[in-house]
């Protein structure tokens, strides 16, 4: 088949096809395609290691709050950052920039068919050039970045569990009047708050846990010491009194100062103290909605 064909407008013969200029363009279409392939496949991994971090740090935050509404904000969070809708448009640019960028390929393909006027120019391209399919980053980039991401998952998880399994934060401390010893009440993450435990120990060494608090009801604020700084009394719920050997770390006294019928209860233990030699408690008790406190009362621990 002849290389020129008569020019339907002016009568004179069209130029000849050049199949190497035309695969020429083809491949400048494909280079750009590429090159917007990797720009935006960069910008996906970039946003999935941000996110990513992003949720992470947004389950840290969930974990460690107290408050309900503090609960529910960075859980919403982490659910927005997990599954964000910037990371669905970014999908989206992508596919329908290849997509684009496909259509305009078939599109010059077939604009050289017609100026050729024959459907040979095609297959003339094919021969010079295969269809070649958007490839955007290398292999080994993309592994590159997908093993990034792993890193980035691995060390969250491996940061994560350092801090569930580490020493919660302190609540409440207080050391003995001598120095020696320390008592600590901590705060545990937990869906649902308090979530505490009682500790006692040198305050040179690691206290060691003395009892794990019911989660979600009980709670203490207050740490009394004996003057001789062999017992420590915690006050759980503001009205349950528990008394532990400083140097033992052995609990020998439990018991509730008020009734505790109701949760939490009606009234409240105030003013507590514990003798000398820490074989007494003295205290008084009033109203949680306040009023009158009653007399002083006294028990005994051993």
Partial sequence: MNDTHPNQDSGQPAPPFDPGRAAQ?????????????????????????????????MLHNFW?????????????LFLLF???AVLMKLWYWIVTNRLSVLREIKLLRLDLAIQRGT????????????????????????????????AVAAASVVAFGWWRSGQPSIAVSSKSPDGRYIALVRNHPSFDPPNQSLWVGRADGD?????????????CNQIVWSADSSAVAFLVQDARLMVVDAATGEI????????????PTRDMVK???????????????????GGTSSDWQTVKLR
């Avoid at 083809?26 to 992003?54: D, H, P, S, W």
Wanted: glycine content about 4%; overall charge neutral.
């Fill in 25 to 57: 363009l083809r491949a400048q279409a494909i280079a750009t395609c590429k090159k917007n392939m990797k720009t935006t496949e960069r910008a996906l991994y970039v946003q999935l290691v941000v996110f990513m971090g992003c949720a992470i740090w």
């Fill in 64 to 76: 460690s709050s107290t408050g309900v509404q503090s609960m529910i904000l960075n859980a919403v």
């Fill in 82 to 84: 997990l599954e964000g």
């Fill in 119 to 150: 459907e040979q120019t095609i297959e003339e391209i094919a021969a010079i050039e295969s269809p070649m399919r958007p490839e955007g980053l290398s292999k080994v980039e993309r592994w590159a970045w997908k093993l990034a991401i792993l």
């Fill in 207 to 219: 206290p060691q846990k003395v009892r794990h608090l019911d989660e979600d009801i009980d709670w």
């Fill in 252 to 263: 020998r006294f439990d018991r509730w100062l008020v009734k505790h019928a109701d949760y």
């Fill in 271 to 289: 003013d507590l103290s514990l003798s000398a030699d820490g074989s007494e408690a003295r205290f008084r008790t009033c109203l949680r909605k």
